[in-house]
C-alpha cells in the first residue's frame, strides 16, 4: 500500500443507520463517505437516503464509522439536491448528489486534501470506500482514469478502470498525479465505467446565503487543518509531504508548503460573495504577468478565494508560452508571482471592506506574502509591496489621488491598509478600470424560432473590451410559456459570476420583436412557490435591483447601419430628447384614432436629432406600436421608451410628459438607468403603490449598442432569403 492510499483510507468512513455502527454483517450499512475537515463528511445524498426523511431532515442521526472501527454519532447538515418528498427519495438521485454530515466528537479525524481546481482530465485515480459485495463489510479501492464530463454542463465525471463495487458510493475519487480529491464516488456502470460527481459541485451549495457561510466554515477548517497537520508531523505524514512527493522537478517555485501555508492565511480573510470578485482577481494577476492581451478563455465558477488559485497553475503547466526572458534567459515562475499578486489583490480588496476581524489575519498574510516575494523579479515585488501598503507619498503626490486625508506614505511594514488611497493601476488594462463597475454583464439571447414555437436561448457573459464567453445554451428550445422557468438558473448563475463587490452585472436581453413586450424586469430567480421574507435581493424581481435592458436580436446578424452607429453616439453624449414613437398617441393615446403609417414613422424618426429617445405609451411588439417600433429601429434609433401593456390605463398623456421630463433630466443614455430602477421600484408595492410614479407602470427600455459587443464586419447568410427577410 502506497503512502498516499495509507492515508486516504484513514479518512473514509463508513455509514450506516443507527445502531449499525459497530454491526460488521453489514446488515444496516448504506454507503462511504470521507472527512474533509474536522467534524464534517462529505458523501452522496442517496446514501444518507436510505434513512428517509428524518434523516435528510437531520431529525435523526446516522451511524459514523472510522477506519479504526470508531463509531460516532452524524446529522445531515445538507443534502444537494433535497428531494421533494424527503421521505420518498428519488432513484436514481438527481445531481449533483452530495450531502453533508456533521460529526460528533471526529476534531481528531484524518481529512483529505480538497483540490483548489477544476478537475483536470484524463487523470490517473483511485477510488476508495466500503463494500461487502466480496461477504465481508471491509475498505475496498481501485485505479482508473478519470476520462471526462457527462451531460452538457459536465455535471459529472466518467470512470474508466477497476472501478470499486456497490457500497462505495459516497467514497473520494483521488487525483494520484496531484494528490487531491476531485471527486466523489456516485454509481457503477457497465463493466470498467463510472460515475462520480466532481467536488467542484460543492460550490452548488453556495448559491445561497446559509449554504454558502456554511461551505466557508468548512473550508476554513479544512485548511486550517492541512496547515496544522503539516507543522506537527511535517512532510512525513501530511498531504503537503504526499503532494511534494508527487512534484516533479524542479523543487522551487509555488510548492506544496507555500500552498498549504497560503490557504490557511487566505481561509482567515472575509471570503467572496460572488465567482465574479475572485475571477475579477484572477484575471488581473493573469494580465500582469503574462504582458499581454489576455482571453479567459473557459469561464469558471470560484466561490472561495483558494480557487481562484487553483486557476493560476495553467501558467507553469505551459498554457502560456510569454513568460520567456526577452534575452533568451530562462522562464520566468509565473505561476509563483502570478499567485502572489493575486493574494496581494485578495488582501487589498479584503481590506477595503474594513471589518475589524480582518485585521489581524490581513497583517499576517501582508507579512508573509512581502516574504515570499523577496526572490521576485524586482517589477513584481514592487508591485505586491504597492498594492499591500497603497504607494509612497511622491507617488500619491504625484498622482494627485492622496484622498481627502491628502498624501500619505507607505504603511508600516507587515501590514496592510484596512483605508487605502487610491493609487495607480499596477498591471495594464486590469483592475482599477474594472473595479468601477460589474466584472462582466449578462447577455440573453433569444432566436426567432425556425420550426413551429420553440426559442432557442443562449446565456453569455460579455466581459469589458467585447469578450463575449458562453455558459449555458438549449439549441432544442423552448415554448414562449416557459421561456422564464428555463432561463431562471442559467441567469442566475451568470450573474453570480458578472457581479463583483458593490457592482452589479446588468441583464441584456437579445430578444425577437415580437417578445419585446415580456415583462423581463418582473422576472424572478427563485423557484415557484418560494417565499421570502421582506426585501431579499435574491429573490426581488430582477428591475428593482439591477439594470434589466431590451436589445434587438434581427439586427445583431448583420454590420450596422451607419444610422445606428451614429445615434448611439448621439445618446451617449447627449442631452437626451424625446420623440413620440407615435405621432398621435401624446394626445390621442396609443389606441386612439388617426394612427400614423409605417412609412411616415420612418420619415419622421429619420428626421428626429441623433440624441432623441423614442417614446411610447402602449405595447410595441403588436398592431401599431410594433409597425412604429419596426420604423424606429430602421431609422437607427439605439434608445427606445415604451410602456410594455396595451390595456388598464388612460394616462398616456401623463405617460409622454413624464418621460419627456426623465430623459432631459437623465441627459444621457446612461443616465437612465438608475431613474428606471427607482421607477419600477416606486411602482412594485401592491398594497400602497407611489402615486406619483404609477404612470410609469410597466416601463421598458431598449438600450442597444452597436458597438458592444462588436457585430459581424460580414454577413454570412446561405443562398436564399436571409433568416430575418419578413416573408
Not at 483510507?9 to 472527512?35: C, E, K, L, Q
Not at 434513512?51 to 472510522?66: E, F, N, P, S, Y
Not at 430628447?577 to 420612418?602: I, M, N, Q, S
Not at 417614446?615 to 412604429?628: H, L, P, Q
Amino acid at each position: 500500500m502506497s503512502a498516499l492510499d495509507g492515508t486516504v483510507r484513514r479518512a473514509v468512513v463508513r455509514i450506516s443507520a443507527p445502531g449499525g455502527g459497530y454491526d460488521r454483517t453489514g446488515a444496516r450499512f448504506w454507503g462511504s463517505g470521507f472527512f474533509i475537515a474536522p467534524g464534517w463528511v462529505l458523501t452522496c445524498a442517496h446514501v444518507v437516503g436510505n434513512g428517509g426523511g428524518d434523516v435528510l431532515r437531520g431529525a435523526a442521526a446516522v451511524d459514523i464509522t472510522d477506519a479504526r472501527d470508531r463509531t460516532s454519532e452524524g446529522r445531515v447538515a445538507l443534502a444537494v439536491p433535497f428531494p421533494d418528498d424527503p421521505d420518498r427519495p428519488p432513484r436514481p438521485w438527481g445531481l449533483p448528489d452530495l450531502a453533508l454530515v456533521e460529526v460528533a466528537g471526529a476534531d481528531d479525524a484524518e481529512c483529505l486534501w480538497l483540490s483548489d481546481r477544476s478537475a483536470i482530465v484524463p487523470a490517473p485515480i483511485s477510488l476508495h470506500g466500503w463494500s461487502q459485495d466480496t461477504g465481508e463489510l471491509a475498505l475496498r479501492f481501485g485505479l482508473g482514469t478519470a476520462n471526462g464530463g457527462d451531460g452538457r454542463d459536465g455535471a459529472a465525471m466518467l470512470l474508466r478502470g477497476e472501478i470499486p463495487v456497490e457500497g462505495c458510493s459516497g467514497g473520494p475519487v483521488v487525483d494520484t498525479g496531484r494528490g487531491a480529491v476531485i471527486g466523489v464516488s456516485k454509481a457503477r456502470g457497465k463493466d470498467t465505467a463510472g460515475l462520480a460527481v466532481p467536488i467542484t459541485a460543492l460550490r452548488r451549495i453556495a448559491n445561497e446565503r446559509p449554504g454558502r457561510d456554511r461551505l466557508h466554515s468548512i473550508i476554513r477548517a479544512h485548511d486550517r487543518h492541512h496547515l496544522r497537520r503539516y507543522r506537527t508531523v511535517g512532510t512525513g505524514g501530511s498531504w503537503t509531504g504526499l503532494q511534494q512527493a508527487l512534484r516533479p522537478p524542479p523543487g522551487d517555485g509555488f510548492t506544496p508548503v507555500l500552498r498549504t501555508h497560503l490557504f490557511a492565511r487566505l481561509a482567515d480573510l472575509t471570503q467572496p460573495e460572488t465567482p465574479g470578485e475572485v475571477m475579477l482577481l484572477v484575471e488581473a494577476a493573469k494580465r500582469r504577468v503574462i504582458q499581454a492581451p489576455y482571453q479567459p478563455g473557459v469561464e469558471h465558477d470560484p466561490r472561495t478565494w483558494r480557487e481562484g488559485v487553483g486557476l493560476l497553475y495553467d501558467l507553469r503547466d505551459g498554457g502560456d508560452r510569454a513568460g520567456r526572458a526577452k534575452d533568451g534567459g530562462p522562464d520566468r515562475d509565473l505561476e509563483l508571482e502570478a499567485v502572489l499578486l493575486y493574494a496581494a489583490r485578495v488582501a487589498a480588496a479584503v481590506s477595503r471592506l474594513g471589518r475589524g476581524p480582518d485585521l489581524a489575519p490581513l497583517r499576517e498574510l501582508g507579512t508573509w506574502l512581502e516574504g515570499q516575494a523577496e526572490p521576485l523579479p524586482d517589477v513584481i515585488r514592487e508591485d505586491i509591496h504597492q498594492i499591500l501598503h497603497g504607494g509612497a507619498d511622491e507617488a500619491n503626490a504625484a498622482e494627485g489621488t492622496g484622498g481627502t486625508d491628502g498624501p500619505r506614505g507607505s504603511a508600516p511594514p507587515g501590514t496592510v491598509e484596512l483605508r487605502k488611497p487610491e493609487r495607480r493601476d499596477l498591471a495594464p488594462g486590469a483592475a482599477a478600470a474594472a473595479q468601477a463597475r460589474a466584472r462582466a454583464d449578462v447577455l440573453v439571447e433569444i432566436d426567432q424560432p425556425l420550426y413551429g414555437d420553440l426559442y432557442r436561448w443562449r446565456v453569455k457573459l460579455l466581459l469589458e473590451d467585447g469578450v463575449v464567453t458562453p455558459l449555458r445554451a438549449d439549441e432544442d428550445g423552448v415554448p414562449r410559456t416557459r421561456l422564464r422557468e428555463k432561463l431562471r438558473e442559467p441567469i442566475a448563475e451568470a450573474l453570480l459570476q458578472g457581479d463583483a463587490g458593490e457592482y452589479l452585472a446588468a441583464l441584456h436581453m437579445v430578444l425577437p420583436r415580437e417578445l419585446f413586450d415580456e415583462p423581463l424586469d418582473a422576472w424572478q430567480l427563485t423557484p415557484p412557490g418560494a417565499t421570502a421574507e421582506g426585501f431579499d435581493p435574491h429573490t426581488m424581481p430582477l428591475g428593482q435591483r439591477r439594470v434589466v435592458v431590451v436589445r434587438d436580436r434581427r439586427r445583431r446578424d448583420r454590420p450596422a447601419i451607419p444610422e445606428w452607429r451614429r445615434r448611439w453616439g448621439g445618446t451617449t453624449r447627449g442631452p437626451l430628447t424625446a420623440v413620440p414613437l407615435r405621432r398621435e398617441a401624446p394626445v390621442k393615446g396609443h389606441d386612439g384614432p388617426g394612427r400614423e403609417g409605417g412609412h411616415a414613422a420612418y420619415g419622421r424618426l429619420s428626421d428626429a436629432p441623433d440624441t432623441a429617445v423614442p417614446v411610447y405609451c402602449g405595447e410595441v411588439a403588436a398592431g401599431a406600436g410594433a409597425t412604429a417600433m419596426d420604423a424606429a429601429l430602421a431609422a437607427g434609433h439605439a434608445v427606445v421608451i415604451w410602456r410594455r401593456c396595451a390595456t388598464g390605463h388612460a394616462d398616456c398623456a401623463e405617460f409622454h410628459r413624464e418621460v419627456s421630463r426623465l430623459v432631459f433630466e437623465a441627459k444621457t443614455a446612461e443616465g437612465l438607468h438608475r431613474r428606471i430602477r427607482n421607477l419600477r421600484i416606486r411602482c412594485a408595492d401592491p398594497d400602497a403603490p407611489d402615486p406619483e410614479a404609477l404612470w410609469a407602470r410597466s416601463i421598458a427600455l431598449l438600450f442597444d449598442s452597436p458597438f458592444h459587443p462588436p457585430l459581424p464586419d460580414t454577413p454570412l447568410y446561405a443562398p436564399g432569403a436571409r433568416p430575418d427577410d419578413p416573408p
